[in-house]
């Protein structure tokens, strides 16, 4: 009897290791101040203190402004990090956000030009996570990226174990009709089918989408905020967890999962 529960122990110790492969990396966090009662500003970074972008919301009067660094820093000689993009809201304006440590705690955000539309900034914002007016908490923007990646390796890789993983325990499908759930056990032979599922809005497929995004905004296109906790694709949806991102959804009957054939 003994021995017949051996390879139950050790199939359960290998789903376990491998969870804690997922989750072993602390969630990004972010540090959010306000500085006076119309401006916040907030950074993000990695558990190791890399910088992942740095961001400014403003207002005066009737007047309101948000722009967010997009795309990754570049360290400066003086060790401060520079991010740099160009801003469709804004536009189409050239920004850069430089963000200085200060301290072991503390930061300081410079956005140039030293304005947030038509609303003046000061020239260097201090942040700190022991400020009263700051709060620092889990990124779920900067997760998301992180998930992103993730999924993209574990279809390049054909890791079955890691997609699974990424998986909620149980995933909803959507096929020609009604909704239709599943074990998360079905997507560990489907990352030959993955890239293939589309949208239906407009066709576009999640492989391409993989390719030709790195850092996703959860507010632009192909991506949606459905709510605080989900975020969908049209092809397939991601719901937060206290893990991190999961994937939750997809567009397509469970059926293309378990007949799908390795590559």
Avoid at 58 to 75: D, L, P, Y
Avoid at 131 to 148: E, S, T
Wanted: hydrophobic share 40%; net charge neutral.
């Amino acid at each position: 009897m003994a021995r017949s529960l051996l390879p139950l122990i050790a199939s359960l110790l290998a789903v376990f290791n491998a969870q804690a492969q997922v989750t072993k990396d602390p969630l990004p966090t972010q540090l959010v101040c306000h500085p006076s009662d119309n401006l916040t500003a907030n950074i993000s970074y990695e558990a190791g203190g890399a910088l992942l972008g740095a961001g400014v919301y403003a207002t005066s009067g009737t007047h309101e402004c948000s722009v967010q660094s997009q795309g990754a820093g570049v360290a400066q000689p003086d060790g401060s990090v520079r991010f740099a993009w160009t801003d469709e809201v804004e536009g189409n304006k050239r920004y850069q956000a430089i963000v200085k440590r200060v301290g072991n705690e503390g930061y300081t955000l410079a956005l140039q030009p030293a304005g947030c539309g038509t609303i003046a900034l000061p020239a260097a914002i201090a942040l700190s996570t022991q400020g009263k007016a700051c709060k620092a908490g889990v990124d779920r923007d900067a997760a998301f990226v992180l998930f992103w990646r993730q999924l993209r390796e574990a279809i390049a890789r054909r890791d079955g174990e890691l997609l699974q993983r990424l998986s909620l325990p149980q995933l909803e499908f959507s096929p020609d009709s009604g909704t239709v759930k599943a074990p998360a056990s079905v997507i560990r032979n489907a990352a030959t089918c993955i890239p293939g599922i589309v949208t239906t809005e407009s066709g576009t497929d999640i492989g391409t989408m993989l390719k030709a995004i790195d850092t996703p905004q959860l507010d632009k296109p192909p991506l949606s905020r459905v709510a605080d906790n989900r975020v969908s694709t049209g092809a397939f949806e991601a719901r937060w967890t206290a893990q991190g991102w999961r994937l939750s959804w997809f567009n397509t009957s469970p059926a293309v999962f378990s007949t799908c054939k390795p590559g």
